[in-house]
């Protein structure tokens, strides 16, 4: 034990003594004792081992043997022994405000109460208002008082809860078997005021972790034991409960023992509506309760949980728009140029295409239909696009489209008309890219470029963003006349966006389309089908 430990306990012995009606003198030394200690400015480890305990004023030999055996063994027999001659009842009665020893020592004495109990009923009774010394006002402060203990005993403060947690957590990061640990609950969030301590731990042998927690200093007596859990009441009368388990469990159980309940409601709904399920044993992908080791997400940190969204995305987009009914959906994020949207350079492109494989994999595993296409918004350059041709060629879905357009006229339609003639690019994004209200048109000859892209079987976006709508529904029945087809796209930057859908539609509706001129109205093996025939289209370079 540590000093402060030490102090603990003698002053804790003074209190008992003084219950006993020991002799004033004797209690006072022990409470004397306490205070002397918790001043010193060495460890009494040092103290002990120089032999000089005796230099200290008024500690004595019984005292000074007391501890040294409370430091050296952390155990004190005589401390011991005194607590189990004394009525556990009387001790407790110690937390009722406006109660000290030496009144609790008068109620035993004279009415032989020996429990909270005992003295409720004879306040109630009127009892304790006729002893010497009390009256009743303190009667009724009594029964105040057991009342507030009621309420509020299973509660401690922040800092007494920090104080015994502390050197618990220390003696467990210390033992070889704990791999991580950490408090976790009320203590971990910093509430004011706290009903128990939550410790976890990680380990590959847990019994070991429990036993050894079970016997520390700290620990009053052990409420309940069993393979990866035990709940103890710790010095001061606080109760704490540790958890052991598996390292890879560690952050999804520190996220969930750590709490508030409320909080761990919200994050379970959060997984939910990303197609996840979220409980104390993991991050799983799947629709229903799992602790399915295969399904897991894996997060080595608690932080990864709440940041594993980008890993997450693509799942939860497909997750998304399978639940709204779609068939497939494509992922078409900016190319490099377009910074600005953190657009992907080739590496990440590649990684994106096998991320979408695997995603599609796992459909198909569950016997599902529904399928991510994978894809691109290229970015059309000066001379060239942003991508080089065989990167386009692995893709499902090529959408090409101008975000940064010069001033002249002639040359944004030419780079246009060049984007068109790729064999991988399938559509032309957002003609002009007007923004409604916010910006104004490039200047492109629409008409030409409306022409090449009949030549060359090349498609042409209808972006239904409500900013957008572009290209414009002035020009679809032109389009339509010269056999373009219309691809309805969301633009989407999130799952939400994908409700301009329903305003695509209606402004394709506007300019005269039908279902016929809509790409991505066919089912999932037609659009597969149309897709594939860009690069054998006649009219292409
Ligand atoms: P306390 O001890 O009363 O000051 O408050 P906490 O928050 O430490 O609560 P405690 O010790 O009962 O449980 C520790 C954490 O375990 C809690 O913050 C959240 C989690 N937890 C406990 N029970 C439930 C439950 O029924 N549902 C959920 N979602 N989480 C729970
Ligand atoms: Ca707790
Ligand atoms: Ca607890
Ligand atoms: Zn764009």
């Not at 102090?7 to 003594?17: F, K, N, P, S």
């Not at 109990?117 to 009774?125: D, F, M, N, R």
């Not at 009368?237 to 598996?246: E, F």
């Not at 386009?392 to 975000?403: N, Y």
Request: glycine share 8%; aromatic share 6%; hydrophobic share 40%.
């Amino acid at each position: 034990m540590d000093k402060e430990q030490v102090a603990a306990v003698l002053a804790e012995i003074g209190t008992l003594l003084e219950l006993k009606g020991e002799n004033p003198f004797k209690t006072r030394a022990y409470v004397n004792a306490a205070r002397t200690l918790e001043g010193l400015s060495e460890p009494l480890e040092k103290i002990i081992a120089e032999e000089r305990l005796g230099e200290i004023k008024g500690i004595g030999d019984a005292l000074q043997k007391k501890i040294t055996d409370l430091v050296t063994t952390g155990k004190l027999a005589y401390y011991d022994e005194l607590k189990a001659s004394i009525p556990a009842g009387m001790v407790a009665m110690l937390q009722i405000p406006s109660l000290g020893p030496k009144k609790i020592k008068a109620l035993h004495d004279k009415l032989q109460i020996e429990s909270i109990e005992q003295l409720e009923q004879a306040c109630k009774e009127g009892r304790v208002a006729t002893l010497d010394g009390f009256g009743e006002k303190t009667q009724t402060k009594l029964l105040e008082g057991i009342q507030f203990r009621r309420t509020y005993a299973s509660r401690h403060h922040l800092s007494d809860a920090l104080v015994v947690a502390e050197p618990v957590l220390e003696s467990l990061r210390g033992h070889p078997d704990v791999i991580r640990c950490s408090t976790a609950g009320s203590v971990r969030r910093f509430k004011e005021v706290i009903g128990d301590i939550d410790f976890l731990a990680s380990s590959k042998k847990p019994a070991a972790v429990i036993e050894f927690f079970t016997s520390q200093p700290g620990v009053l007596s052990v409420s309940a034991k069993g393979e990866t859990k035990a709940s103890v009441v710790l010095t001061g009368g606080i109760q704490a409960d540790l958890r052991v388990v598996s390292d890879a469990e560690f952050p999804f159980a520190l996220a969930y023992f750590t709490g508030s309940k409320e909080h761990n409601i919200a994050m379970r709904q959060r997984a939910i509506q990303r197609g996840l399920r979220l409980n104390e044993y993991g991050l799983f992908k799947s629709t229903e309760e799992t602790r399915d080791p295969k399904l897991l997400v894996e997060c080595r940190s608690e932080e990864e949980i709440f940041w594993s969204d980008g890993r997450g995305t693509l799942e939860e987009i497909a997750a998304h728009m399978h639940e709204l009914g779609c068939d497939y959906w494509a992922i078409t994020d900016h190319s490099k140029a377009s910074f600005q949207a953190n657009g992907l350079d080739a590496a990440r492109l590649r990684e994106q295409i096998k991320e979408v494989k695997r995603i599609n994999e796992q459909f198909a595993e569950e016997g599902s239909d529904f399928r991510l296409l994978s894809g691109t918004e290229v970015d059309i350059l000066k001379e060239r696009l942003d991508f080089d041709d065989d990167l386009l060629a692995e893709l499902d879905v090529v959408v090409a489209s101008l975000h940064v357009a010069g001033s002249d006229e002639a040359d944004n339609t030419k780079r246009l008309i060049a984007a068109a003639e790729n064999p991988h690019v399938h559509m032309l994004g957002h003609l002009t890219g007007r923004l409604l209200l916010e910006r104004e048109a490039y200047k492109v000859n629409q008409q030409a470029v409306i022409d090449a892209c009949a030549e060359t079987g090349t498609w042409i976006e209808l972006n239904a963003n409500p900013y957008r709508f572009d290209l414009d529904w002035r020009l679809w029945p032109y389009a339509k006349s010269k056999g373009v087809k219309c691809v309805i796209n969301c633009d989407a930057h999130r799952n939400e966006h994908a409700g301009f859908l329903r305003l695509g539609a209606g402004i394709a509706r506007k300019g005269w389309l039908t279902k016929a001129d809509v790409v991505n109205t066919l089912p999932l093996p037609a659009l597969l089908k149309e897709l594939g025939k860009k690069n054998r289209h006649p009219k292409r370079k």
